[in-house]
């Protein structure tokens, strides 16, 4: 990487790229699943991109409904990350108050994490982590004494622990029958207090 990433808030020149790097890192979750489950597990994750890029969705398709879900609310908020000139977005990271995906919780003091991703690409450089602090800041700054987040990605869950100081508070699984809990990992809740 050529340059140092800038972390700033979602504009509408950026929602094809937002869109295109938050599908492309859902892959890596397929890790989560052991190799024989991996086509259902990848199936199960295929029905949620979908509706997360459905004209409802909070991403819309290529990115429509992004400035729309995210830019300048006062509930949430969506960052960035670039590099270079001119500007390349290489990740994206959502923050908004309570822990509720499409709720409005305006009371909340918990923040939450939404649609982390950062191009395979530009891995490994920080930038997961300046996102995670534009998020962390914007929360404070919004009254939020802590920070929660779901994942099922071990590579994703890793980073939140081990570099973010996140720690793991409680697990649900997606299918609540006895087969699906023996071969399928929870999803993880994590939290941090940040004020």
Known sequence: MTSEPIVRPLAKADKQDVCRIWVAGLAQSRLAAPWYLRRFFMGKMNLMRDAALADTGDVGPQGANLLATYDAKDDRRMFVATIGQPETVVGCCAVKKGMSETKREDDSTVGSIWRMSVDPVSRGHGIATKLMDA???????????????????PVAAKFYVDRMGYKAVDHFHMKDNAIAKRLIKPVFRYEKRIA
């Open 135 to 153: 998020c962390e800041g914007w929360a404070r700054q919004n009254g939020c004494k802590k920070m929660g987040l779901f994942t099922i990605n």
